[in-house]
Every structure is written in structure tokens, then in C-alpha cells.
């Protein structure tokens, strides 16, 4: 099946996608790199990069588009009501980033007991090392995708300045904080914000400084859990891949 994702420096939330969607579809999975032909635009924020041929599965916006600004093939969901409000689609739009299905798709051995993570942006790795948090499991977001998967499930509590950290969280029930992007994140909060209109309530940004990780409690840290259907949403997915694999 022809997929979009973004393909740059290594990151486990679009790095993902070629292996999560053939778990969860049970299809073999191929990059599409030229978007003139029918494709899937998978997980990321990417639907800015929406073609007229493309279908979307799960991709959200980094920031606020003008609506309509994006006309796809055809919109299976999005990652949020902040990206839907973009396409200006109707309530039948399915919502969730599709990473909320980790726990169905791929379920993991969540150590209860293991030490405290720290997913940190890409961008950040570097001072998230410097900082040298006594205690805390710094977790690399650039390593292999199921490798990062394993290290967070090896954790009893996660900080996470990744979006994807916190989803992998949440979809474990890995109590988790979220750590605020940095001023220079294109897009800051919008892509928390929208994902957190997914789930039964929100989360309180932290500032990333050694503070925040040495005086939390553990009461702060918290399991938001996604509001719809999660094997409806599966089903969803594995729907719209085998109608295409049939119109081919």
C-alpha cells in the first residue's frame, strides 16, 4: 500500500509509520514519494502536505491552516478537532492520532516498577543529556521506533516534550508529564492541544528545566485516556486500505 510520511531526522513519531500501519492493517506498507498518485498520508503533522489524491489516516496540522485550505481525496480522521476544524469536514471524520491504537495494535510488557523516562523533542536531546537528571531515564526519540516503544513501556512514570511520548503513554497507561515545547518549536502547543481534544481531558505544560524533575510529585503525574472507540477506529483504518487494495 502507497503511504506519505515525513522523511528527515530520525524521529519515532514518523519513522513509525511504514511498520505500525502494516501491523495494524495487515498490509505490506511502501513510501510514496511522488504524491500525484493515490496514496495515504499516515501519522505526523503533515496535512499540510495533503494532495488531491491523497487519503488521510490520522496526519494532523502543525499549526492552524485556513480551512479548507487542504482538499484530499478522501479524510478516513485526523489527528484532532483543531486539524478537522482545518479541512472544514463534517462530524463523520473519525478523530485520534492513530498511535492511540498502539496498546491494541501492538500491546507491550509495561514495567510498573521500572525507572522514570524522559522523552525529550529531537531537537532537545542534547540538553536533555547536559542536564543530567539524577534518577531519570533520558530516552532518545531518534532511535529506532520500537526500541523507543520498549524503553518507554520499561518505565513506571514519563516526562515527555515528544508528542508521541505522550501518546505512547497514554495508550500504556504510563502516568506521564507533559514538558513544553521550546520557543523555537514551529507551531508550539497546537499539536498537544489538538491531540488533546482526543482524550477525557487535558494536560498542564511543565517547564523543561531540572526543577521540574526533581521537585514533581508523583501525584501530578496522570493517564489521559482516548474518548471514542478504539476498535472502531482499527476497523476504520483497515477498511479504507482494503478498499483501495480492491479499486487497484
Given at each position: 500500500m502507497p503511504f506519505y510520511w515525513h522523511v528527515g531526522r530520525p524521529n519515532f513519531g514518523d519513522d513509525i509509520n511504514p511498520s505500525f500501519f502494516q501491523i495494524a492493517c495487515q498490509e505490506t506498507v511502501k513510501l510514496q514519494t511522488s504524491r500525484d498518485n493515490l496514496h495515504?498520508?499516515?501519522?505526523?503533522?503533515?496535512?499540510?502536505?495533503?494532495?488531491?489524491?491523497?487519503?488521510i489516516l490520522g496526519s494532523g496540522c502543525l499549526s492552524?491552516?485556513?480551512?479548507?485550505?487542504?482538499?484530499?481525496?478522501?479524510?478516513?480522521?485526523?489527528?484532532?478537532?483543531?486539524?478537522?476544524?482545518?479541512?472544514?469536514?463534517?462530524?463523520?471524520?473519525?478523530?485520534?492520532?492513530?498511535m492511540v491504537l498502539l496498546n491494541i495494535v501492538s500491546p507491550q510488557n509495561v514495567q510498573r516498577n521500572g525507572p522514570i523516562g524522559f522523552v525529550p523533542h529531537v531537537s532537545d536531546l542534547r540538553l536533555a543529556y547536559k542536564l543530567k537528571i539524577p534518577?531519570?531515564?533520558?530516552?532518545?526519540?531518534?532511535?529506532?521506533?520500537?526500541?523507543?516503544?520498549?524503553?518507554?513501556?520499561?518505565?513506571?512514570?514519563?516526562?515527555?516534550?515528544?508528542?508521541?511520548?505522550?501518546?505512547?503513554?497514554?495508550?500504556?497507561?504510563?502516568?506521564?508529564i507533559w514538558i513544553a515545547p521550546n520557543a523555537s518549536m514551529t507551531g508550539e502547543n497546537f499539536k498537544f492541544e489538538d491531540y488533546f481534544t482526543t482524550l477525557d481531558g487535558?494536560?498542564?505544560?511543565?517547564?523543561?528545566?531540572?526543577?521540574?524533575?526533581?521537585?514533581?510529585?508523583?501525584?501530578?503525574?496522570?493517564?489521559?485516556?482516548?474518548?471514542?472507540?478504539?476498535?472502531?477506529?482499527?476497523?476504520?483504518l483497515r477498511d479504507a486500505v482494503a478498499s483501495m487494495k480492491q479499486d487497484r
Open positions: 495515504f498520508l499516515g501519522m505526523g503533522s503533515i496535512l499540510d502536505r495533503a494532495t488531491s489524491t491523497s487519503i492552524q491552516l485556513e480551512p479548507r485550505s487542504v482538499c484530499p481525496a478522501n479524510t478516513v480522521s485526523v489527528r484532532g478537532e483543531l486539524s478537522r476544524a482545518s479541512l472544514a469536514q463534517s462530524d463523520s471524520v473519525l478523530l485520534g492520532d492513530p534518577n531519570v531515564k533520558v530516552i532518545d526519540p531518534g532511535r529506532e521506533p520500537w526500541k523507543v516503544i520498549r524503553e518507554i513501556s520499561g518505565c513506571s512514570r514519563i516526562f515527555s516534550q515528544s508528542l508521541h511520548g505522550l501518546i505512547v503513554a497514554d495508550a500504556l497507561e504510563i502516568p506521564n487535558g494536560k498542564v505544560p511543565h517547564q523543561f528545566n531540572l526543577g521540574t524533575f526533581l521537585h514533581t510529585p508523583q501525584s501530578a503525574f496522570d493517564v489521559c485516556t482516548y474518548k471514542y472507540d478504539k476498535k472502531h477506529y482499527l476497523e476504520a
